[in-house]
């Protein structure tokens, strides 16, 4: 099973690179460049969750712990067989013990912390620190596309939520440790949207495709959500047979994924479509708590019950699916369904038996197998409204003489935001915020944290007195919490708003702190779209 898994993985990206792709006119969510970005956000994605996880099973000293990060260092073997597919077997060898530096400075946080080792738990952070210097600088010098000041902030990003979701676990704050979770999972996937679109415009022949497509762009938003939805079911599990005291808040992030698939599915079919979709999906993560409440009583007759019920419930959900799209066959998607029922179950039957050898494989193939499923629901969609999908139309590239001079690349940098949606794009490349852009009081406000990696400005908060600081190139932002001004190289100067902190993210007026960092910002009041522009 693990070993069917693994190896998936490690070719999908040399596969890529060979299999040769059929021409289309119609919009697809297939391609090398498109499947580029899901296997990044995959890998990706599943690492953060992966962290997480063992961070907490760590500092819990749970029998699993040493399960779950082998399960993580199967997770770094896929990535740096991913890097090596792309960059060469030397690049991989490189890339590896750099990757698996910071997992194991997390182990040593998570051990400082326990035993209340202060200089410990600095001289991890310090390592951290250092690590995500070492770990830019490895990107930026394979590929010309990657920044490395906007790849060191970007790590950084990753850094802070994984501490703060460990930190907040520590302090049994658990809505706040399964928030940063959630955020740490989406924020690679954004991290993967940059390296692949880095990638297919380093080496443009062999990831043809369209990364910023509609269609590409429904792919990865599946994908995020199935993903998750796997790995969250498996966690809760956990919790639940567990009795651990943040059962409820694995369950309501659960519950949380649940409300975004039903909002995918409504904006494909209508909110009638989703109103009858979410009962039905809800029905089964239901079932499976009833499985493990039986598992924990022992009691044999509600376990067949639940997996009665469960059975049932694959009927009524391959019903709504081939309903909705008449290119999703029901019997196929009922097998589908099977399978994603059969791999919970089995991951949690060894957890509840302490038989912790095969609980993460399991575990990793209930994950990507929810990326066959996305795949397959995607481009079923694609295939039923070709028209919603259809992509911008692009000018083809100019050629020039060899003997021209070149000028430099005077091509403005272009990011874009809209009032009210979590998308950001960054020079067509579109990645999903955990927050959105937000108006108060005539004021345009945008989160910090992804304007600074758009951007690519390093970040700096001081908590105890509420202090964030922004770098970019010779420009430094400086500005506090609630308060009506902001220093640059030192200047004080007015925001004309305070900065606030809503929905767990610290926001910013736009205007005043992208124009100090040389920023152009464009402004639509009709459609509430933000364009930041920028010439090198």
Same mark, same amino acid.
């Given at each position: 099973?693990?070993?069917?898994?693994?190896?998936?993985?490690?070719?999908?990206?040399?596969?890529?690179?060979?299999?040769? +792709?059929?021409?289309?006119?119609?919009?697809?969510?297939?391609?090398?460049?498109?499947?580029?970005? /899901?296997?990044?956000?995959?890998? &990706?994605?599943?690492?953060?969750?992966?962290?997480?996880?063992?961070?907490?099973?760590?500092?819990?000293?749970?029998?699993?712990?040493?399960?779950?990060?082998?399960?993580?260092?199967?997770?770094?073997?896929?990535?740096?067989?991913?890097? !090596?597919?792309?960059?060469?077997?030397?690049?991989?060898?490189?890339?590896?013990?750099?990757?698996?530096?910071?997992?194991?400075?997390?182990?040593?946080?998570?051990?400082?912390?326990?035993?209340?080792?202060? !200089?410990?738990?600095?001289?991890?952070?310090?390592?951290?620190? #250092? *690590?995500?210097?070492?770990?830019?600088?490895?990107?930026?010098?394979?590929?010309?596309?990657?920044?490395?000041?906007?790849?060191?902030?970007?790590?950084?990003?990753?850094?802070?939520?994984?501490?703060?979701?460990?930190?907040?676990?520590?302090?049994? $704050?658990?809505?706040?440790?399964?928030?940063?979770?959630?955020?740490? *999972?989406?924020?690679?996937?954004?991290?993967?949207?940059?390296?692949?679109?880095?990638?297919?415009?380093?080496?443009? #022949?062999?990831?043809?495709?369209?990364?910023?497509?509609?269609?590409?762009?429904?792919?990865?938003?599946?994908?995020?959500?199935?993903?998750?939805?796997?790995?969250?079911?498996? @966690?809760?599990?956990?919790?639940?047979?567990?009795?651990?005291?943040?059962?409820?808040?694995?369950?309501?992030?659960?519950?949380?994924?649940?409300?975004?698939?039903?909002?995918?599915?409504?904006?494909?079919?209508?909110?009638?479509?989703?109103?009858?979709?979410?009962?039905?999906?809800? /029905?089964?993560?239901?079932?499976?708590?009833?499985?493990?409440?039986?598992?924990?009583?022992?009691?044999?007759?509600?376990?067949?019950?639940?997996?009665?019920?469960?059975?049932?419930?694959?009927?009524?959900?391959?019903?709504?699916? #081939?309903?909705?799209?008449?290119?999703?066959?029901?019997?196929?998607?009922?097998?589908?369904?099977?399978?994603?029922?059969?791999?919970?179950?089995?991951?949690?039957?060894?957890?509840?038996?302490?038989?912790?050898?095969?609980?993460?494989?399991?575990?990793?193939?209930?994950?990507?197998?929810?990326?066959?499923?996305?795949?397959? &629901?995607?481009?079923?969609?694609?295939?039923?409204?070709?028209?919603?999908?259809?992509?911008?139309? +692009?000018?083809?590239?100019?050629?020039?003489?060899?003997?021209?001079?070149?000028?430099?690349?005077?091509?403005?940098?272009?990011?874009?935001?809209?009032?009210?949606?979590?998308?950001?794009?960054?020079?067509?490349?579109?990645?999903?915020?955990?927050?959105?852009?937000?108006?108060?009081?005539?004021?345009?406000?945008?989160?910090?944290? *992804?304007?600074?990696?758009?951007?690519?400005?390093?970040?700096?908060?001081?908590?105890?007195?509420?202090?964030?600081?922004?770098?970019?190139?010779?420009? !430094?932002?400086?500005?506090?919490?609630?308060?009506?001004?902001? @220093?640059?190289?030192?200047?004080?100067?007015? &925001?004309?708003?305070?900065?606030?902190?809503? $929905?767990?993210?610290?926001?910013?007026?736009?205007?005043?702190? +992208?124009?100090?960092?040389?920023?152009?910002?464009?402004?639509?009041?009709?459609?509430?779209?933000?364009? &930041?522009?920028?010439?090198?």
């Amino acid at each position: 099973m693990g070993k069917r898994l693994a190896k998936s993985i490690s070719v999908l990206l040399v596969i890529l690179l060979l299999v040769p +792709t059929l021409a289309s006119a119609a919009p697809t969510t297939q391609g090398k460049a498109e499947d580029l970005r /899901s296997a990044l956000g995959s890998v &990706l994605g599943e690492h953060a969750l992966l962290a997480v996880i063992a961070m907490q099973k760590g500092y819990d000293g749970k029998g699993d712990f040493a399960q779950s990060a082998a399960a993580l260092g199967a997770n770094t073997d896929d990535l740096t067989a991913a890097i !090596a597919s792309v960059y060469g077997a030397e690049a991989g060898a490189a890339f590896k013990p750099i990757w698996a530096s910071h997992i194991g400075f997390f182990v040593d946080y998570v051990t400082a912390v326990k035993s209340g080792d202060a !200089a410990g738990k600095q001289k991890a952070l310090d390592n951290l620190d #250092a *690590y995500r210097v070492q770990q830019a600088k490895f990107f930026a010098d394979a590929n010309p596309n990657l920044n490395q000041a906007t790849i060191e902030a970007g790590l950084k990003m990753h850094i802070d939520h994984l501490l703060s979701a460990f930190d907040s676990y520590v302090a049994k $704050n658990y809505t706040q440790a399964y928030s940063q979770a959630d955020m740490a *999972y989406k924020h690679m996937y954004m991290t993967g949207d940059a390296i692949a679109g880095a990638i297919v415009k380093q080496f443009p #022949a062999q990831f043809p495709g369209n990364l910023t497509s509609p269609s590409s762009n429904l792919r990865s938003g599946l994908d995020q959500i199935l993903g998750e939805h796997a790995i969250l079911a498996v @966690w809760t599990m956990q919790k639940g047979i567990d009795g651990a005291p943040d059962f409820q808040n694995a369950a309501a992030l659960l519950s949380k994924n649940t409300d975004e698939l039903t909002a995918a599915v409504s904006s494909v079919y209508g909110n009638e479509a989703g109103a009858a979709f979410k009962p039905i999906w809800a /029905s089964h993560i239901g079932f499976l708590v009833d499985y493990v409440t039986a598992t924990g009583a022992k009691n044999t007759a509600n376990q067949q019950l639940a997996k009665t019920n469960l059975a049932d419930y694959i009927v009524k959900q391959a019903t709504f699916f #081939a309903g909705a799209n008449p290119n999703l066959p029901q019997a196929t998607l009922e097998a589908g369904l099977r399978e994603h029922i059969d791999q919970l179950i089995s991951a949690f039957d060894g957890y509840a038996a302490g038989n912790y050898a095969n609980v993460y494989p399991t575990a990793r193939e209930a994950y990507h197998h929810m990326f066959m499923f996305s795949g397959a &629901l995607g481009e079923a969609i694609v295939k039923q409204f070709p028209a919603k999908f259809e992509p911008a139309t +692009t000018t083809p590239p100019t050629t020039t003489d060899p003997g021209t001079p070149t000028m430099p690349d005077m091509t403005p940098q272009v990011i874009k935001l809209k009032v009210g949606s979590r998308t950001v794009t960054v020079d067509g490349m579109a990645m999903t915020m955990d927050v959105s852009p937000l108006i108060r009081n005539n004021t345009t406000y945008i989160p910090l944290r *992804y304007l600074a990696e758009s951007v690519g400005a390093e970040v700096k908060y001081t908590k105890s007195s509420k202090t964030v600081q922004l770098k970019q190139g010779g420009a !430094a932002v400086t500005f506090q919490i609630g308060q009506d001004a902001f @220093w640059v190289n030192g200047a004080k100067q007015s &925001l004309g708003a305070v900065a606030i902190a809503e $929905n767990g993210r610290t926001q910013i007026p736009v205007r005043a702190v +992208t124009q100090a960092l040389g920023w152009t910002v464009g402004w639509s009041a009709s459609s509430g779209e933000i364009t &930041l522009t920028k010439t090198p």
